[in-house]
């Protein structure tokens, strides 16, 4: 039973450049999120995808989107990259009911931008 | 609180002893609490959700409690072992209908063998 799996593992981007990052979830599960986690910070809320749609949205800015494709599987996108875009982004994937179930991690896409 | 907080940032334990660390979160519109350990070159594992006041949860040596009136949650490690070293996260939902998990910074644990 494969677990959350990311692609790529690290990448290195220049400023104002495009970047998409990938997520396969845990078989099974329909729902996707996506945390971003900065040095010395927790992970941080960025979306939630169920049913192709975005449930849910955190405090980050219009160039961040993603996408959920039939599979299940997401996509998160970052456009104009700014340096301070460098961090840990990690995608989880639940169920969507109940609610409070818990998150599976993939191992998370390193981000650097220079 | 209005935000997760997690103390203390980061604890040296010697092999055999027991530990525990704290969770804060606001305990207005308190929906789950969930605990994470996150292991160094590894993925985020989950060890606990939480949602009624005054439970208790054990997994092995690691047990955790939850006051939903107070706002805070212990983690508990009985009798520390090297693959105890870790950051343990902690995150709470609220039911304002909202999804997102608010994550703590963490709390990393070092066993000293």
Same mark, same amino acid.
């Given at each position: 039973d494969a677990g959350v799996t990311q692609s790529p593992t690290h990448l290195i981007k220049t400023r104002g450049q495009q970047v998409t990052l990938r997520c396969s979830p845990k078989s099974g599960h329909d729902t996707v999120s996506w945390y971003q986690q900065a040095l010395g910070q927790g992970p941080q809320f960025i979306f939630q995808y169920y049913e192709e749609e975005e449930r849910q949205r955190g405090n980050? *800015?219009?160039?961040f989107s993603g996408h959920q494709f039939p599979n299940y599987s997401s996509e998160l996108n970052v456009n104009a990259?700014?340096?301070?875009?460098s961090a840990l982004y990690l995608c989880a994937s639940s169920l969507v009911? *109940?609610?409070d179930s818990p998150l599976h991690f993939g191992n998370g896409t390193r981000l650097t931008v220079t | 609180i209005l935000n997760v907080e997690q103390s203390p940032q980061s604890l040296h334990v010697q092999e055999g002893d027991s530990t525990n660390f704290t969770c804060s979160f606001p305990s207005s519109n308190f929906y789950a609490l969930h605990w994470y350990r996150w292991e160094t070159a590894k993925s985020p594992e989950a060890l606990f959700v939480m949602t009624l006041n005054g439970d208790e949860k054990k997994k092995g040596r690691i047990s955790a409690t939850l006051n939903t009136k107070e706002g805070y949650s212990y983690l508990y490690i009985k009798g520390?072992?090297?693959?105890?070293?870790a950051t343990y996260l902690c995150a709470s939902l609220s039911?304002?209908?909202?999804e997102k998990l608010t994550f703590g910074t963490g709390t990393r644990l070092t066993i000293i063998p």
């Open positions: 980050f *800015p219009d160039r990259l700014l340096l301070g875009d009911a *109940p609610p | 520390s072992q090297p693959e105890d070293s039911n304002f209908g909202n």
